[in-house]
């Protein structure tokens, strides 16, 4: 188009012909700006639509990473916290076993007795309970026979002669 307008400007025979090329060429420019303004319409919605649907697939990409990763990240403090918490436990576990044994230590130094202590006097008294009764069943009607003797029921206390010595407890003072 260039071309031509520079051809005829230089014959300068064609002056009319100058001025209708140029208007030709100046409509030529104009259809063709449109055109390219109507091209750009029709492409811009289909190019908005094309955006957007790029614009989700990022978006849902990115919330399935963010996702595994906060997932990850709540296995690992989950697994961190029990481990604290069993750390915690054993140690609880373990200051309360030395109280105990410390209070069982005093307890003893005062001659208090044990638990162990306790039930093999309570299952010593219950035996010694069992012997009265049976003798005191048999006692009338072994008088009147005279042939029967009530044997000493099986007992693990042993003989006193042989039985380890007890620790005494001090006596009170006496206030003055």
């Given at each position: ?38 091209k750009a319409q ?55 076993n030395i109280f105990e044994n ?75």
């Amino acid at each position: 188009m260039v071309k031509k307008l520079e051809k005829m400007s230089a014959d300068k025979k064609s002056g009319p012909q100058l001025s209708s090329a140029v208007k030709e060429s100046a409509q030529q420019i104009w259809l063709a700006g449109l055109g390219a303004f109507s091209k750009a319409q029709e492409e811009g919605g289909k190019m908005f639509e094309a955006l957007v649907k790029e614009g989700l697939s990022i978006q849902r990409k990115t919330q399935s990473v963010t996702g595994e990763k906060i997932s990850e990240a709540t296995i690992k403090m989950t697994t961190m916290a029990t481990d604290l918490q069993s750390k915690a436990g054993q140690q609880w576990d373990k200051l309360e076993n030395i109280f105990e044994n410390r209070v069982a230590k005093a307890l003893s130094k005062l001659g208090v007795p044990s638990v162990k202590e306790v039930d093999a006097l309570a299952a010593r008294v219950d035996e010694l309970s069992k012997h009265v009764r049976t003798m005191r069943t048999q006692g009338p009607a072994a008088k009147a026979a005279g042939k029967t003797t009530v044997k000493p029921a099986a007992n693990n206390v042993a003989d006193p002669a042989t039985r380890p010595a007890t620790t005494k407890r001090p006596a009170a003072r006496k206030s003055p």
